[in-house]
């Protein structure tokens, strides 16, 4: 499996930018295809996920009404729509997925053995 992650650049504070994560391989099937995001000297952290059969989504309480995860099943592609950016959103944003899917870990890097390159998004006036 092969992920492809686009969308990143530098906005204002207040604006908006839109993640896409194409999914590709020989015998791709995944359940579950999350964002995570790492800012400069800290640590990797889960940003939002997505089921691919019923479209069920999970996101950090950091986001919440702020970022919107779809899916494209027809084009394996997933979306990360960010509104309302904050300077502390800034990082590089990186797409996984992975075959099984645990409801109850959809937060944890563990719980995805697919991983793209990442996209770098930097909020900033």
């Known amino acids: 499996v092969q992920l492809q992650a686009s969308g990143g650049g530098l906005v204002q504070p207040g604006g908006s930018l839109r993640l896409s994560c194409a999914a590709s391989?020989?015998?791709?099937?995944?359940?579950?295809m999350g964002w995570f995001r790492q800012a400069p000297g800290k640590e990797r952290e889960f940003v939002a996920a997505i089921t691919w059969s019923r479209g069920s989504t999970y996101y950090a309480d950091s986001v919440k009404g702020r970022f919107t995860i779809s899916r494209d099943n027809a084009k394996n592609t997933v979306h990360l729509q960010m509104n309302s950016l904050k300077p502390e959103d800034r990082a590089v944003y990186y797409c996984?997925?992975?075959?099984?899917?645990?409801?109850?870990?959809?937060?944890?890097?563990?719980?995805?053995?697919?991983w793209g390159q990442g996209t770098e998004v930097t909020v900033s006036s």
């Open positions: 391989g020989r015998t791709f099937s995944s359940s579950v």
């Open positions: 996984a997925a992975d075959n099984t899917f645990n409801r109850l870990r959809a937060d944890s890097q563990a719980s995805y053995r697919y």
